[in-house]
């Protein structure tokens, strides 16, 4: 099953979408809002997916034609956004950049971050930033939505609590983040509102690509309309999604509608490119001394996309433009 | 005005409840929850001031007793919850405690983290644990819950944006915090869900003492009945509310409902007490070379008030008791 919200106040509006992304159909009379059928998902799934069925099976009379750009973030506005750092490729490429030693903890203990989920972007809408100088870059990842996880949810349980994935453009300013993280209590001004893809799926869409918990598919990159990365989301994410929300659990429960991120997919084989400008510039640190590939500017545009064995977008682009301004 | 969320569904039921905290009436012909009400604030505000001034003249025909216990957090989840640590006295004992140098950024820029939302406890509602070997720790703070902050917003401006003031613990496991800070991206464990006082409350109820965009009342601790502290929460703060909201605001908006932290209350006074555990273990290092007051146990109780110039609570009381479990 596929779900998207539509821009409508603050919350949007719930849709079911086809598989295809060709059409949806609005189920006010089942839920108003993602949240709302996050919040009673037992209840509320059930009639979803007999929507879905009659839409997939092109027995739906009420459906319309499907407008990624009409799209708000799944949960315009979260209560939880709390980002992994899975892929520890990516964490050794920054710390080689800068001379640094690699923590033996960082291989058993997962490194996360808490973000703000008050303001979550649609999948087409602009990054809008106040300065170029502070170094703008996109974070291609996969994120999970839960329902209500216990405290101290072991990561064999955890995967029963993954209600929907979908993809997400972390948002980062770097040259931000070396004077924040230096004061020691994590990022607050230097990961601005994140975008999410237009959609959000149930497991089951993933078919057998959702393995170990984790999505076993390339996360397709592109920058101004250029091919930038393709690594693999499964092969080397070294703690799965089950393992970063049984990590958030050990001492908290977690509400309905929490969105656990990967953190920024990256690969060991660098034919694969990259998912972030960051990584690039910390490759090319590491072979030329200096990194040239410049952060993100007004115009630019990003587009991140997964597809499934048949070449399908899943969750359909999310497709930014950078621009300057409030 | 003084607002409270009673127990009720993931999102509690609004009430207003009378200056003296002694009667309430339901508001659901107004808005359902607080959230709905600072979501559309300019409109919902004078309708629950016409509620508010029948209650307090004692004209309301619907009020019943008003028991903190019914209470949720005046938000039970919320979209934001950023923490600051406006009080440099606090952050030099922290590191006077381990022989550290203050930075001298500490005292323009201001330090905050970004804690979970999805978790917000009433003032009645036990701080569960699982372990006691965690270190469990209170922090006795002021917050304020905004409504939407544009990006950019100074600090001059900021004040504008203050809806409700109300009273926190901000829970901290502080042995898990070495290790955690040490991997560099903030609090996700070592923060469980802070608990509020059973209300929130308008800046025209505090009277004269809200001046400078700072709360000048002492914050009243006891724990196990025993007086703790009562540090000024005026007097000593470096950053005031306004300037910790135009921090925040300076590369991203913020949504309504966004709940800001003082970080925990400190005076150079020791006569005063303290507003944390913590802060007494560090004085007893720097005077006897080692901590002597253990962190919280199972059946340990904490008290946080404010009372205004006639000896009145203004915000109705956090009481706590510590259990370990679920």
Redesign the interface.
């Known amino acids: 099953m596929k779900l998207a919200s539509l821009k409508h106040g603050?919350d949007g509006r719930l849709v079911v979408v086809s598989r295809d992304l060709k059409h949806y159909v609005a189920v006010p009379d089942i839920a108003p809002t993602m949240q709302a059928a996050l919040?009673d998902w037992a209840h509320i799934e059930p009639q979803l997916r007999k929507v879905s069925e009659l839409l997939n099976s092109g027995h739906e009379g009420r459906a319309q034609a499907f407008d990624p750009a009409q799209c708000a973030a799944p949960l315009p506005?979260?209560?939880?956004w709390?980002d992994g750092?899975a892929y520890l490729n990516h964490v050794e490429l920054v710390r080689k950049a800068r001379n640094a030693e690699m923590?033996p903890?960082?291989y058993t203990?997962p490194?996360?971050?808490?973000?703000?989920?008050?303001?979550m972007l649609g999948a087409r809408d602009p990054i809008?930033?106040?300065d170029e100088a502070?170094g703008t870059d996109l974070e291609a990842e996969v994120a999970v939505i839960t329902d209500d996880v216990?405290?101290?949810t072991s990561a064999e349980d955890a995967v029963r609590h993954v209600r929907l994935v979908m993809l997400v453009n972390d948002v980062s300013?770097r040259n931000?983040i070396p004077?924040e993280?230096a004061?020691?209590?994590?990022?607050?001004?230097?990961k601005?509102?994140s975008a999410f893809s237009p959609v959000a799926v149930t497991l089951d869409e993933l078919e057998g690509h959702w393995q170990d918990n984790r999505l076993h598919l390339p996360l397709r990159v592109w920058l101004n309309g250029e091919w930038f990365g393709e690594p693999n989301a499964g092969e080397e994410m070294t703690f799965s999604h089950a393992d970063l929300i049984a990590?958030?659990a050990?001492?908290?429960?977690?509400?309905?509608?929490?969105i656990v991120g990967s953190g920024t997919i990256s690969n060991k084989d660098r034919a694969r490119g990259s998912c972030c400008l960051a990584e690039v510039r910390m490759i090319e640190t590491i072979e030329q001394g200096a990194p040239k590939t410049p952060f993100l500017k007004a115009g630019d545009t990003v587009k991140i996309d997964m597809w499934d064995g048949a070449g399908k977008s899943i969750f359909g682009a999310i497709e930014q433009t950078v621009v300057l301004g409030?």
């Open positions: 603050r919040d506005r979260a209560y939880q709390v750092s923590p903890s960082f203990d490194l996360m971050y808490q973000g703000g989920s008050d303001d809008s930033i106040l502070w216990p405290k101290g300013l931000l004077n993280l004061k020691g209590f994590g990022f607050v001004l230097s601005p509102a990590h958030l050990r001492t908290r429960k977690l509400g309905a509608g929490s409030q």
